[in-house]
């Protein structure tokens, strides 16, 4: 008999799983992969900047795996809108989650909802294309942009503002995101650790990038990286601060665009009153270990305020959810208290780790489920119960047809590879598909 398994979620973890059954299985196997958008690959698509091309390149990889016979991809299939988890167990015999960290982790200050403050989630899912998020979403006529964080996605967050439109053009980011790039009036942008440099979560190769930008003057303060105490600490944190100390002396040269670099900084109050005016900061120590207020303020003047500190997974209906961690609680992958259940990736883990992470933690799981699950616990077949409720999923070949359109858009632009087609309905009619009616925000 052939063990059926679903998983939910497209992104690595998702694929990886898929991988990782479809290698690791001695008996016949087939696995369902469903995802809530038209598209598959998760952050690798929707997060990753659009200008790191050679690690959008791993979709080639994950790619390979979708066409491998026994996987089948499923798009916009929402578990909790289109699917419950309990149609699903009916229909496999394990179902594994997969579905990420979406969104933002919460600053916790005055003035955090004030127009003008934006989590980075919103911000990278406009310029990534995400449907979520319309184009329109931004215009970027803040001068000064205080950027919360130092973390490789505040990295990635800081490069897209400080690059020119020009730069981006061979991108894959959306043509109507990249005129509001080309019309950006950003002018200075401050990035905050709240700790100090040797605290930094972004890595070295990441942080270079920063300083061989073309269209803006990086700068650090003296008084913040000079005294980071890197002792015993890996090559990757002693090459941050070096960077980071190189950068205090560095004399500008007149770019268009500053960026400085600041550390010992956080944030108490988003200043304003019918948006963002500045950003209220308190210089801060580390007192056995913690982050640790001194009593003296600063402040900065911001137009816009981009909280970039961390994601956050969200739980989903009728499967367990540790609130205190936000992730599935788990042993080896295999969901705590229930059964036929499992979980990998940042929905397992939390939201840290490089998409190769995912790979291992995936193989875990799946070793888990295998040296577990059996044949025959399904007692329904999904594709009947999805013509009885009227929902056609996007099919891999659909897929296809949206990545033809996104590479004749390009040629059509002259602009790189492939340019993103901006939300469903776009996209479910380059596949000739027709939106459902439910098709919004959430589908
Ligand atoms: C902005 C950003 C940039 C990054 N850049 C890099 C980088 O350059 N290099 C690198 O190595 N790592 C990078 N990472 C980290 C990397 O993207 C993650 O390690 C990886 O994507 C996590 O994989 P995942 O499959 O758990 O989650 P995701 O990639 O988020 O995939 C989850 C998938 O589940 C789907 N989903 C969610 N809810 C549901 C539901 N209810 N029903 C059905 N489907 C659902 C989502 O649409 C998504 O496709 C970046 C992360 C971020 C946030
Ligand atoms: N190119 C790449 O490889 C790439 C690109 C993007 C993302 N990623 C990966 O994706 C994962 C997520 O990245 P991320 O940048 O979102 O998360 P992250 O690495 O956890 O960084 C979050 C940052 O926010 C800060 N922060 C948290 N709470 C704060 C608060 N209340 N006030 C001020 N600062 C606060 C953290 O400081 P503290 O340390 O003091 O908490 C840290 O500097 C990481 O593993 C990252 O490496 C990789």
Redesign the pocket.
Same mark, same amino acid.
């Given at each position: 008999m052939t063990l059926r398994v679903a998983i939910v979620g497209s992104g690595p973890a998702g694929i990886y799983t898929a991988e990782a059954l479809s290698k690791q299985s001695g008996e016949p196997i087939e696995i369902d992969v469903l995802e809530r958008l038209p598209t598959p690959y998760g952050l690798v698509r929707y997060? +990753? &900047?659009p200008d790191?091309t050679s690690?959008k390149s791993i979709a080639g990889y994950l790619r390979r795996v979708l066409e491998t016979p026994g996987i089948r991809f499923l798009g916009g299939l929402e578990l909790g809108a289109d699917v419950s988890a309990d149609d699903l167990l009916a229909c496999y015999d394990a179902v594994v989650y997969c579905t990420g960290a979406m969104v933002d #982790?919460h600053?916790?200050v005055p003035g955090e909802d004030l127009p003008g403050s934006v989590a980075?989630t919103d911000f990278v899912n406009w310029y990534c294309g995400h449907p979520d998020v319309p184009s329109d979403a931004f215009t970027l006529d803040a001068e000064e942009i205080a950027v919360?964080? +130092?973390?490789?996605? &505040?990295?990635?967050v800081v490069r897209i503002l400080a690059k020119t439109a020009d730069e981006l053009r061979g991108t894959d980011v959306p043509e109507e995101v990249l005129d509001r790039l080309a019309a950006s009036r950003v002018r200075r942008i401050h990035m905050?650790? #709240? #700790?100090g440099p040797e605290? &930094?979560?972004?890595?070295l190769?990441?942080l270079r990038e920063l300083g061989e930008l073309a269209n803006a003057d990086i700068r650090t303060l003296p008084h913040e990286v000079e005294a980071a105490d890197v002792e015993g600490l890996s090559r990757q944190i002693r090459g941050n601060v070096e960077v980071l100390r190189s950068w205090s002396t560095r004399i500008p040269a007149g770019r268009p665009r500053a960026l400085d670099v600041r550390f010992w900084l #956080?944030?108490v109050e988003i200043l304003g009153t019918a948006r963002v005016e500045g950003l209220r900061l308190e210089r801060t120590r580390l007192v056995e270990g913690r +982050?640790t207020g001194t009593g003296e303020f600063e402040t900065i003047p911001a137009d816009m305020v981009l909280r970039?500190?961390?994601?956050r997974s969200v739980a989903l209906p009728g499967v367990p959810f540790d609130a205190g961690t936000m992730t599935v609680p788990n042993v080896a992958g295999k969901v705590t208290g229930t059964d036929r259940q499992y979980v990998s990736g940042w929905l397992k883990r939390g939201?840290?780790? +490089?998409?190769g992470t995912n790979k291992s933690d995936a193989a875990e799981t799946a070793r888990t489920l295998l040296a577990e699950a059996v044949p025959g616990a399904a007692i329904a077949k999904l594709d009947d119960l999805l013509s009885a409720r009227g929902i056609t999923p996007v099919t891999y070949d659909d897929w296809l047809a949206i990545e033809t359109a996104e590479t004749e858009l390009a040629r059509t632009l002259g602009r790189g590879e492939r340019v993103k087609l901006v939300g469903r309905p776009a996209m479910l009619a380059a596949c000739g598909r027709v939106p459902r009616d439910t098709a919004g925000a959430s589908s």
């Open positions: 997060g +990753v &900047a790191h690690i #982790r600053l916790g980075a919360i964080g +130092v973390g490789n996605v &505040a990295v990635d905050i650790g #709240r #700790r605290h &930094a979560k972004f890595t190769k990441e #956080r944030p +982050v970039s500190v961390g994601y939201p840290t780790g +490089v998409i």
